[in-house]
């Protein structure tokens, strides 16, 4: 049996997978990275009443599997994303990334990969 989710108004299933990569394709996500950034990704959906179903990442790309409120928009959410991990991590892990990063670059380049599945 499927489980939806509702609202006030509405009973829904809307799954999206998500991809970034980082800019320039740099290999720069450590373990300790995609801890902290799990974390942020949760918290964010939390406040637009999605939810991270999974997340998994590479040194240069991360993947989210969501269940999307329909209230949201899409490409502010996502756009959401990627500025809370991105400001996020060049705080945390400053040392490591402006190596690679220079300035205010930004983690994330700004292309994305949405499926819904």
Not at 60 to 88: E, G, Y
């Amino acid at each position: 049996m499927v489980e939806l989710r509702s609202s006030a108004h509405a009973v829904f299933r809307i799954h999206l997978h998500v991809v970034f990569v980082t800019k320039y394709r740099r290999k720069v996500s450590t373990q300790a990275m995609l801890e902290v950034m799990r974390s942020v990704l949760e918290r964010v959906l939390a406040a637009n009443r999605s939810v991270l179903i999974a997340f998994d990442g590479e040194p240069d790309h991360v993947h989210l599997l969501i269940d999307l409120q329909p209230d949201n928009n899409i490409s502010n959410l996502v756009s959401s994303l990627k500025s809370a991990s991105s400001r996020i991590l060049r705080q945390q892990f400053a040392e490591q990334l402006n190596k690679v990063y220079w300035g205010k670059a930004k983690l994330w380049h700004d292309s994305k990969c949405i499926v819904s599945c």
